[in-house]
């Protein structure tokens, strides 16, 4: 798949706001409570910060000694976060080229992806993952399984506007087998949003220990539809039934049964119903530790989840591993990166 320039991108974008329909998702979509999530003020405007960045600021912002009154990480980070996805798009396409020339480095992929709206973002991450010689299969597990209906939709929508291109395509043209068809299922946003039948949910725990017992292709396909089509409180009474059929947990089931990038993707989302915030609080710390700080993955759930749960995610990472999100931040990254990485978790001290 070919490269696509910037200019490609923020004619997308520029589209999305001049042009985009009344229920377009990048017109339409607006910021969870920040102020609530973030616990953080800040008075200067997106326009104003762009205005100084354009004046001569760009040596400050650039090695991270951030001059009043942009005094400092938190403020700029704040800035954006706090500002609805029109007020982004107005001032997006300058700023983007403006935060690429100026940055460098893993403290530019955060400030640039802190200025797409949320659906944008994992558009942004989506096409990325995608285009080139390889697949980065573990950001489509990641987001395609943990993302609802309606953000799966305006995700479908945002990758159109921006890149001119069909998501459910690129998926089914970059992947392959099971793990492309339960792909496929997540990426129609089709999941049943109802309450929990229990005179089902022993049926379905029925065919779900089947297919780790038979596992052959129509098993698999039987397996898939059930996780990505039943409702999240109907597959927490699935699983239960599932415990008390096989004696085992979900996801231990699968860990035995499967392999590969379609096992990683049934496990993530068996993960996402049982806890959400648990399942990214992991990804995070495998991140961290196991493959020596792995940065894509470390910025991509910090932004994604910074105006969603990310606090919630931050009391569940302390509570699994011990030490704080906060803590092992500092202690793996550094400089700049380090305290735009630290504002984003809103974090004061390292208690929580």
Known sequence: ??????????????????GGSSNSCLTTCSLASTGAEQGVRCEVSIADWLHLLKQGNQGSLSNGNISSPLRSYRTTICTVLRHSCISRLETTIDLIADLK??????????????????PSYDAHELWHAMKGAGT?????????????NGEIFQIREAYCLQYSNNLQEDIYSETSGHFRDTLMNLVQGTREEGYADPATAAQ????????????????????QMILCNKSYPQLWLVFQEF????????????????????????????????????YFAYKLYRAIHDFGFHNKTVIRILIARSEIDLMTIRKRYKERFGKSLFHDIKNFASGHYEKALLAICAGDVEGY
Not at 210 to 219: D, I, P, S
């Open 101 to 118: 020339e100026q940055l460098s480095s893993h403290f530019k992929e955060v400030m640039v992806g802190l200025m797409y709206p949320p």
């Open 243 to 278: 415990q008390s059929i096989s004696g085992q947990d979900m996801v231990d089931a699968i860990n035995d049964c499967y392999e590969g990038y379609f096992q990683e993707l049934l496990v993530a989302i068996v993960r996402c119903v049982q806890d959400k915030a648990s």
């Open 136 to 148: 980065d299969e573990n950001c489509l597990i990641e987001i395609l399984a943990s993302r609802t």
């Open 1 to 18: 798949m070919a490269a696509l320039s910037l200019q490609k991108v923020d004619d997308g974008m520029a589209k999305a706001y001049r």
């Open 204 to 223: 379905d725990a029925m065919v779900l220990w089947e297919a780790c017992q038979q596992k052959t292709g129509e098993h698999k396909t039987m397996l």
